[in-house]
């Protein structure tokens, strides 16, 4: 009887601990600055790379409304929330950029 328990309890600790892993691992976002500082720097260079420019007071208005959408948390479908999040912090272009805004399924 005390095997069988062992057993029990071994079990139901490895599925919470599969359960903590997953979601810090992958529906954990990243932090709405980290985001919204890559979103405005990748801005920034393509406004250059353009030859356009914009004021301090423009890419400070864009990562307030960044920071804005950024911390807002969806109702359903967090993973894949997550992951745009994820995309926008990592991309290093406005095309990667743009490619975020295609994420529809995990």
Known sequence: MKTALKIIGGI????VAAVAIF???WL???SPESVCENVVKVTKAELDKQGA???DSDFAQLE???IASASKEPEFGRGIWVKKLKCMRDADDATALGKCDEIRSM
Do not use: E, H, V
Request: proline share 12%; hydrophobic share 40%.
């Open 53 to 55: 420019s914009a004021s």
């Open 64 to 66: 307030k409304q960044c």
């Open 12 to 15: 139901i600790a490895t599925l």
């Open 28 to 30: 954990s976002p990243p």
């Open 23 to 25: 979601w810090f691992g």
